[in-house]
């Protein structure tokens, strides 16, 4: 009996579509005749040529748009073809027929309204259609020329792989599988197979990667139809824009007329009823005539069992809809539309559906449920090597389009997430990074804030730390917003480590020995014990003291300058790592290349692998024109640069720049210059004690006393060194005063008793000095026998130079120009203070100058530093002969006014410049002879006030008139110029 009722619905329906075939073959001769009644008008009128023209014209353009339509349907006349049905055929054949017989039904109208018109309106009334033709399909070519690939995309796009080429997961021969079972081997069972992944998986990938193999391997057989209810669910009409998508896909791939109207039918016997269900918020009618229902039902049944092709339904993105749409979808799906030759292929995450709800479902039951509905279930799942080959092969795409992007500087960028993929700890990390989707929005957010212009490569920021916060920025805002408003602007100690002297540190926690003092404060210590598991993993990361300084006891140069754990200190107020970080994230605010430590780091490594140090001091950030501070950080990188790093070449070389290049840096000290040339000398000093010599391998190991008086060797231009000695390079004698300066400063930096740890250097001068001279033991002994050679080769420099050629130093010194002091950096100097303070600066240098000379030159004290007044001119008796030739210098040549007319300007300027003992200004400093007689010889000084005494007092204002008094500590003594009096008058009393 229910054979018979299928029968009966086909029958009926059949009839239906060979009556409309039949109508169809009747209104397209009705079409022909009456173009034939426009032809034979033509060919009856007195027409000209022209109008022919016209007519012909117009005909030939409908004809040509008939052949268009017909070849862009190619395919439905193919399907129509090759399902053989003559029957069809038959009754259009028909309807063709008969109306030809009975010469049409409208043709008398037609030919007399066409005779009552003229050529001119049935031209018109003929081209309307085909203008209306062109202007659309005008509008679609331009449409189609002006339409924007998303090649142009400057980001990563999170469109699925279309085919094989994007299968970056190794899906294929998965998905070819799974096409496989869903083609069933042809089988009409309709099933449900579902697809369990989380997003960002690949679902969508995969599904493209089985329409490719059912398109391959079952070319003709399978239908695809996608649907996604996300994108209709605020339609009023779901189950309409179901059912239209699904005939659109049955007329584009099989000509099935039959099925057609029933679907059609079937569905609006679903949704035309007073009673109602809902899906996803929609009513859709529920009829009370359920016969018809089930009749329509089982002709489709019929219909599609007959059909040799399979139509698969493929669901996608199920689980964005709230759980109850879900329920109904489903239901909808297996009480009305399983039906034969339909499959579906649902696409979820369980997990994710779980969490839709405010109420939390238990994750067995939501898999029961499903169940129920779904009959074969398979999950993907993402092999973290082949995510991590797609992020770093893929990104480039999107990087390379665009122009102001450089991919290896984002390669440099995310470089930190290797070490995540590589991690144990990998699992941790899935949430924020385990899936492409997730990888792509941290890349398009590191496009976005521009991060990719940064030089990770020459800049202080860690790789790791980058990543994390980055990941804080997207996964978590507000947190990230915490971040930045507690340190911001100089504040500090929330998330920041924080020292044993700053607020909030941990009580009980003492500062042991095995670590460096850091702890995290007790407000992130309360912040984080109310996080969830994943955002404290992740904060830990960057700012838990324990993991990101694994209680190191000492923190390395670049771990201080980069650890975002790290935010200034309370010598610090202007902020500090994190700061920088927060600002290039939040600010896209790059730090200045040139104050990043890395910077610094790569030109050193540069300099000592292949660069000559001349060519990267040539570079625009090294131009004096900026100053001297660029120059000291890269020269304090080299100097503590551990001495294997170096090879004997690249130290020569370093060293003979330093000490050829001396006299361009300035002498003046003034806040922010930068390097100073005095810091220069101590660096040489330091160069070669780390790399002045060698072993017997040519290796800095083995620095035993044979090894190391190689460094007296090039001090003193000794052997391989001949000519090209650090002293005499030095003291060049085109360098002046100045020179003479640098000389006396490097003497007193290989110095043993001045704190330093330069012990290569010390040992190598007290062994070239003398071979009974001690190189361990007291210091005392050491010093006296290491500074004996170099202190009496300096005064023979000063002798030659000065005492000889009987030359002032007072004067020399005195009229040193600002542009001689301050070298290529005078420019720059200049235009950092005001000219009256730069003058003052420059007689203040000129004072300490002096002072220091002839102290270094003339005192016989032992104390910090050993002068060379205490030597002999020749010899190891150590009688200080270097100091009574010093005074013999001083009051026969520098303060005799028979010789210069300032002597005696010199005189009282030399004791004051010499009186400085502390700091600021005392209401009355009363001198002390044992300030003026550390190098003048006390005699010597009480016979010269003898003689000049009255002379001295006689002269009004002697300081001013010798230019002195602007330096300002002068200035304040030569108010107080009467006490010098008293100090000298007593020297007389007292013999």
Same mark, same amino acid.
């Given at each position: 009996?229910?054979?018979?009722?299928?029968?009966?619905?086909? =029958?009926?329906?059949?009839?239906?579509?060979?009556?409309?075939?039949?109508?169809?073959?009747?209104?397209?001769?009705?079409?022909?005749?009456?173009?034939?009644? @426009?032809?034979?008008?033509?060919?009856?009128?007195?027409?000209?040529?022209?109008?022919?023209?016209?007519?012909?014209?117009?005909?030939?353009?409908?004809?040509?748009?008939?052949?268009?339509?017909?070849?862009?349907?190619?395919?439905?006349?193919?399907?129509?073809?090759?399902?053989?049905?003559?029957?069809?055929?038959?009754?259009?054949?028909?309807?063709?027929?008969?109306?030809?017989?009975?010469?049409?039904?409208?043709?008398?109208?037609?030919?007399?309204?066409?005779?009552?018109?003229?050529?001119?309106?049935?031209?018109?009334?003929?081209?309307?259609?085909?203008?209306?033709?062109?202007?659309?399909?005008?509008?679609?070519?331009?449409?189609?020329?002006?339409?924007?690939?998303?090649?142009?995309?400057?980001?990563?796009?999170?469109?699925?792989?279309?085919?094989?080429?994007?299968?970056?997961?190794?899906?294929?021969?998965?998905?070819?599988?799974?096409?496989?079972?869903?083609?069933?081997?042809?089988?009409?069972?309709?099933?449900?197979?579902?697809?369990?992944?989380?997003?960002?998986?690949?679902?969508?990938?995969?599904?493209?990667?089985?329409?490719?193999?059912?398109?391959?391997?079952?070319?003709?057989?399978?239908?695809?139809?996608?649907?996604?209810?996300?994108?209709?669910?605020?339609?009023?009409? #779901?189950? *309409?824009?179901?059912?239209?998508?699904?005939?659109?896909?049955?007329?584009? !791939?099989?000509?099935?007329?039959? #099925?057609?109207?029933?679907?059609?039918?079937?569905?609006?016997? $679903?949704? *035309?009823?007073?009673?109602?269900?809902?899906?996803?918020?929609?009513?859709?009618?529920?009829?009370?005539?359920?016969?018809?229902?089930?009749?329509?039902?089982?002709?489709?049944?019929? %219909?599609?069992?007959? %059909?040799?092709?399979?139509? %698969?339904?493929?669901?996608?993105?199920?689980?964005?809809?709230?759980?109850? +749409?879900?329920?109904?979808?489903?239901?909808?799906?297996?009480?009305?539309?399983?039906?034969?030759?339909?499959?579906?292929?649902?696409?979820?995450?369980?997990?994710?559906?779980?969490?839709?709800?405010?109420?939390?479902?238990?994750?067995?039951?939501?898999?029961?449920?499903?169940?129920?509905?779904?009959?074969?279930?398979?999950?993907?799942?993402? *092999?973290?090597?082949?995510?991590?080959?797609?992020?770093?092969?893929?990104?480039?795409? +999107?990087?390379?389009?665009?122009? $102001?992007?450089?991919?290896?500087?984002?390669?440099?960028?995310?470089?930190?997430?290797?070490?995540?993929?590589?991690?144990?700890?990998?699992?941790?990390?899935?949430?924020?990074?385990?899936?492409?989707?997730?990888?792509?929005?941290?890349?398009?957010?590191?496009?976005?804030?521009?991060?990719?212009?940064?030089? $990770?490569?020459?800049?202080?920021?860690?790789?790791?730390?980058?990543?994390?916060?980055?990941?804080?920025?997207?996964?978590?805002?507000?947190?990230?917003?915490?971040?930045?408003?507690?340190?911001?602007?100089?504040?500090?100690?929330?998330?920041?480590?924080?020292?044993?002297?700053?607020?909030?540190?941990?009580?009980?926690?003492?500062?042991?020995?095995?670590?460096?003092?850091?702890?995290?404060?007790?407000?992130?210590?309360?912040?984080?014990?109310?996080?969830?598991?994943?955002?404290?993993?992740?904060?830990?990361?960057?700012?838990?003291?324990?993991?990101?300084?694994?209680?190191?006891?000492?923190?390395?140069?670049?771990?201080?300058?980069?650890?975002?754990?790290?935010?200034?200190?309370?010598?610090?107020?202007?902020?500090? /790592? #994190?700061?920088?970080?927060?600002?290039?994230?939040?600010?896209?605010?790059?730090?200045?290349?040139?104050?990043?430590?890395?910077?610094? &780091?790569?030109?050193?490594?540069?300099?000592?692998?292949?660069?000559? @140090?001349?060519? %990267? $001091?040539?570079?625009?950030?090294?131009?004096?024109?900026?100053?001297?501070?660029?120059?000291?950080?890269?020269?304090?990188?080299?100097?503590?640069?551990?001495?294997?790093?170096?090879?004997? =070449?690249?130290?020569?070389?370093?060293?003979?720049?330093?000490?050829?290049?001396?006299?361009?840096?300035?002498?003046?000290?003034?806040? /922010? &210059?930068?390097?100073?040339?005095?810091?220069?000398?101590?660096?040489?000093?330091?160069?070669?004690?780390?790399?002045?010599?060698?072993?017997?391998?040519?290796?800095?190991?083995?620095?035993?006393?044979? /090894?190391?008086?190689?460094?007296?060797?090039?001090?003193?231009?000794?052997?391989?060194?001949? !000519?090209?000695?650090?002293?005499?390079?030095?003291?060049?004698?085109?360098?002046?005063?100045?020179?003479?300066?640098?000389?006396?400063?490097?003497?007193?930096?290989?110095?043993?008793?001045?704190?330093?740890?330069?012990? /290569?250097?010390?040992?190598?001068?007290?062994?070239?000095?003398?071979?009974?001279?001690?190189?361990?033991?007291?210091?005392?002994? @050491?010093?006296?026998?290491?500074?004996?050679?170099?202190?009496?080769?300096?005064?023979?420099?000063?002798?030659?130079?000065?005492?000889?050629?009987?030359?002032?130093?007072?004067?020399?010194?005195?009229?040193?120009?600002?542009?001689?002091?301050?070298?290529?950096?005078?420019?720059?100097?200049?235009?950092?203070?005001?000219?009256?303070?730069?003058?003052?600066?420059?007689?203040?240098?000129?004072?300490?100058?002096?002072?220091?000379?002839?102290?270094?030159?003339?005192?016989?004290?032992?104390?910090?530093?050993?002068?060379?007044?205490?030597?002999?001119?020749?010899?190891?008796? *150590?009688?200080?002969?270097?100091?009574?030739?010093?005074?013999?210098?001083?009051?026969?040549?520098?303060?005799?006014?028979?010789?210069?007319?300032?002597?005696?300007?010199?005189?009282?300027?030399?004791?004051?410049?010499?009186?400085?003992?502390?700091?600021?200004?005392?209401?009355?400093?009363?001198?002390?002879?044992?300030?003026?007689?550390?190098?003048?010889?006390?005699?010597?000084?009480?016979?010269?006030?003898?003689?000049?005494?009255?002379?001295?007092?006689?002269?009004?204002?002697?300081?001013?008139?010798?230019?002195?008094?602007?330096?300002?500590? &002068?200035?304040?003594?030569?108010?107080?110029?009467?006490?010098?009096?008293?100090?000298?008058?007593?020297?007389?009393?007292?013999?």
């Amino acid at each position: 009996m229910q054979e018979t009722n299928k029968s009966y619905q086909l =029958i009926k329906i059949n009839c239906f579509f060979l009556f409309k075939i039949f109508l169809f073959g009747i209104i397209l001769a009705e079409f022909a005749l009456c173009t034939k009644v @426009i032809l034979l008008g033509f060919e009856n009128s007195s027409a000209q040529n022209q109008r022919e023209c016209w007519f012909w014209t117009i005909i030939g353009l409908y004809f040509l748009i008939a052949c268009i339509y017909l070849y862009r349907r190619k395919k439905q006349i193919k399907f129509i073809v090759k399902s053989w049905r003559f029957d069809l055929l038959l009754v259009f054949s028909a309807g063709v027929i008969s109306m030809i017989v009975v010469g049409g039904l409208g043709i008398s109208f037609f030919q007399k309204w066409i005779s009552s018109l003229s050529w001119l309106y049935t031209v018109v009334l003929l081209s309307i259609p085909l203008v209306f033709y062109a202007a659309i399909n005008l509008r679609k070519l331009q449409i189609k020329m002006t339409k924007k690939s998303d090649e142009n995309s400057g980001f990563m796009s999170d469109k699925e792989g279309q085919s094989k080429n994007d299968d970056a997961f190794e899906f294929f021969e998965i998905a070819k599988r799974f096409a496989g079972r869903v083609y069933n081997q042809g089988s009409p069972e309709s099933l449900v197979f579902g697809i369990d992944a989380p997003w960002g998986t690949g679902k969508s990938t995969f599904i493209n990667l089985c329409r490719e193999h059912w398109r391959a391997d079952f070319k003709d057989k399978v239908i695809v139809y996608r649907f996604d209810p996300l994108r209709f669910e605020n339609s009023d009409k #779901l189950l *309409d824009k179901f059912v239209d998508g699904l005939l659109k896909v049955i007329k584009d !791939n099989f000509y099935a007329p039959e #099925l057609e109207s029933l679907v059609a039918k079937y569905a609006k016997l $679903l949704s *035309d009823s007073k009673l109602t269900i809902s899906i996803l918020g929609f009513r859709f009618g529920v009829p009370f005539d359920k016969s018809s229902i089930d009749r329509t039902f089982e002709g489709l049944d019929e %219909v599609l069992r007959r %059909v040799d092709k399979k139509i %698969v339904i493929v669901v996608d993105d199920l689980d964005r809809l709230s759980f109850s +749409s879900i329920k109904e979808i489903l239901f909808v799906i297996k009480k009305s539309f399983i039906l034969p030759n339909i499959s579906y292929v649902l696409c979820y995450d369980t997990e994710n559906i779980t969490a839709l709800e405010h109420q939390k479902l238990d994750s067995e039951k939501i898999i029961e449920f499903l169940e129920k509905f779904i009959n074969i279930k398979m999950s993907l799942y993402l *092999d973290h090597k082949l995510l991590l080959d797609y992020f770093t092969e893929y990104k480039d795409r +999107s990087l390379a389009r665009n122009l $102001l992007s450089n991919p290896e500087l984002v390669s440099r960028a995310v470089e930190g997430l290797k070490d995540i993929f590589n991690s144990k700890e990998y699992y941790l990390y899935i949430p924020f990074i385990g899936d492409a989707r997730k990888l792509k929005r941290l890349v398009n957010t590191i496009l976005l804030l521009e991060v990719e212009q940064l030089d $990770l490569s020459n800049a202080d920021f860690d790789k790791s730390d980058l990543v994390h916060l980055l990941i804080i920025y997207i996964n978590y805002p507000n947190i990230f917003r915490k971040i930045y408003n507690t340190e911001m602007h100089g504040k500090r100690g929330f998330f920041s480590l924080v020292g044993q002297f700053d607020d909030h540190y941990p009580k009980d926690s003492g500062i042991m020995n095995t670590d460096n003092g850091y702890k995290n404060s007790t407000l992130y210590t309360q912040y984080v014990a109310d996080l969830t598991e994943n955002q404290r993993f992740i904060l830990n990361k960057v700012f838990n003291a324990d993991q990101r300084l694994q209680s190191a006891r000492n923190i390395t140069a670049e771990q201080a300058t980069s650890y975002a754990c790290f935010n200034g200190s309370l010598f610090i107020p202007k902020g500090g /790592n #994190l700061e920088r970080y927060l600002n290039l994230i939040v600010k896209v605010s790059r730090p200045v290349q040139t104050e990043q430590y890395k910077f610094y &780091v790569n030109l050193k490594n540069e300099i000592l692998e292949k660069t000559n @140090i001349a060519d %990267v $001091l040539q570079h625009e950030e090294f131009s004096f024109s900026k100053g001297e501070g660029n120059h000291e950080q890269l020269w304090r990188v080299l100097i503590n640069s551990p001495h294997s790093e170096y090879s004997p =070449i690249k130290a020569k070389e370093i060293i003979q720049y330093a000490l050829d290049n001396l006299s361009r840096y300035s002498m003046l000290e003034i806040e /922010n &210059v930068g390097l100073r040339r005095n810091s220069i000398i101590l660096f040489i000093a330091k160069l070669l004690d780390k790399v002045g010599w060698t072993d017997e391998e040519g290796k800095y190991w083995i620095n035993t006393n044979e /090894n190391v008086v190689k460094i007296a060797e090039w001090i003193f231009g000794e052997n391989q060194h001949k !000519n090209s000695g650090i002293l005499e390079n030095i003291a060049r004698e085109e360098r002046g005063i100045l020179g003479l300066h640098d000389l006396l400063l490097f003497r007193l930096y290989c110095c043993a008793d001045r704190g330093g740890d330069m012990f /290569n250097l010390t040992r190598a001068l007290s062994r070239h000095g003398g071979p009974n001279n001690p190189t361990e033991g007291i210091v005392r002994n @050491i010093v006296i026998g290491e500074m004996r050679e170099i202190s009496q080769y300096v005064f023979r420099v000063f002798k030659a130079r000065y005492i000889d050629k009987s030359k002032n130093i007072f004067e020399e010194v005195l009229e040193l120009s600002a542009e001689a002091v301050c070298a290529n950096s005078y420019s720059y100097i200049n235009s950092q203070i005001p000219d009256d303070s730069f003058n003052s600066k420059l007689l203040e240098l000129k004072s300490r100058m002096l002072s220091f000379i002839t102290y270094q030159l003339g005192s016989a004290t032992y104390s910090s530093g050993i002068p060379c007044g205490y030597y002999d001119i020749e010899g190891e008796e *150590d009688k200080h002969g270097i100091n009574e030739a010093i005074n013999d210098y001083l009051f026969e040549i520098c303060f005799n006014p028979e010789r210069y007319d300032k002597g005696y300007n010199y005189f009282l300027y030399y004791l004051l410049i010499n009186n400085r003992d502390g700091f600021g200004h005392e209401v009355e400093r009363i001198p002390a002879i044992d300030k003026f007689t550390e190098v003048l010889n006390e005699d010597r000084i009480r016979k010269y006030w003898g003689v000049h005494g009255e002379s001295v007092r006689v002269q009004e204002s002697i300081l001013e008139k010798g230019n002195f008094i602007a330096d300002e500590y &002068v200035a304040w003594c030569a108010n107080q110029i009467g006490n010098v009096y008293k100090v000298l008058d007593k020297l007389i009393e007292e013999h």
